[in-house]
């Protein structure tokens, strides 16, 4: 079962920052988050992780609030190529857990 | 280009059939996982192999099977197959379990409909 509370949908204006929202309320202290999206029946794309800190990649950023309640994943300009569903996953680093994907949120960017 | 391939991209045929969908992971890559991804279900985990040997289980159906070939290609075998087999499958590898960095890089897909 999946660890993590995504909403549905969202829009977001070309251009304009992207901030997907997850809560992850019963995360333990050796559990990751992890950030995936599929583009339309496209294999899933990783995008970023973190634990405590917050992280940047080329993608994204990843803001873990301070209790590690809950994350936000921001796209700074979005595009429409970044309309997907974006999944939001807790994982043990390292442990023989798997990936279990929710349902995700909807991200559609509108020109 | 995630570097991991998939076969066929598509598949067509009907219940009762066997089919073999066949992966071939990113060059290094000790893991291989298999999803299934149907309207209804979201993203399924099936199986996932490491270095030859089955390390985790999902919601694989008895009539499916996996194995990892010495050269790390896998292959997932679905038989008597039905109706609401039907979906996307897909491959995906990493480095070794979910080290070092739990990214998993996933295949394009293989899309089965049965009817």
């Known amino acids: 079962d999946a660890k993590t509370t995504q909403p549905p949908s969202m829009d977001c204006a070309e251009g304009r920052a992207a901030n997907l929202p997850c809560n992850h309320s019963t995360i333990s202290g050796n559990e990751y988050v992890y950030w995936y999206r599929q583009i339309h029946s496209q294999g899933p794309q990783y995008i970023i992780h973190g634990l405590k800190n917050n992280e940047t990649n080329e993608m994204a950023s990843l803001i873990i609030t301070e209790d590690r309640k809950s994350s936000t994943l921001i796209l700074p300009h979005a595009t429409l190529r970044d309309t997907a569903v974006y999944y939001c996953?807790?994982?043990?680093?390292?442990?023989?857990?798997?990936?279990?994907f929710g349902k995700g949120t909807k991200l559609t960017v509108n020109p | 280009d995630s570097g991991v391939t998939q076969t066929p991209k598509h598949l067509i045929t009907a219940t009762g059939q066997r089919v073999t969908l066949r992966c071939s992971p990113r060059?290094?890559?000790?893991?291989v996982y298999w999803y299934q991804q149907s309207l209804d279900q979201g993203l399924q985990f099936l199986i996932q192999?490491?270095?030859?040997?089955?390390?985790a289980k999902g919601n694989i159906l008895e009539r499916f099977s996996a194995q990892q070939f010495p050269d790390l290609h896998s292959e997932l075998n679905l038989s008597s197959l039905e109706l609401g087999d039907s979906a996307l499958y897909f491959c995906?590898?990493?480095?070794?379990?979910?080290?070092?960095?739990?990214?998993?890089?996933f295949g394009e897909g293989s899309r089965l409909t049965v009817l």
């Open positions: 192999y490491y270095n030859g040997e089955e390390r």
């Open positions: 995906a590898s990493s480095v070794g379990g979910l080290d070092p960095a739990g990214e998993l890089f």
């Open positions: 996953i807790v994982l043990t680093q390292g442990g023989s857990e798997k990936l279990v």
């Open positions: 060059s290094g890559d000790l893991s």
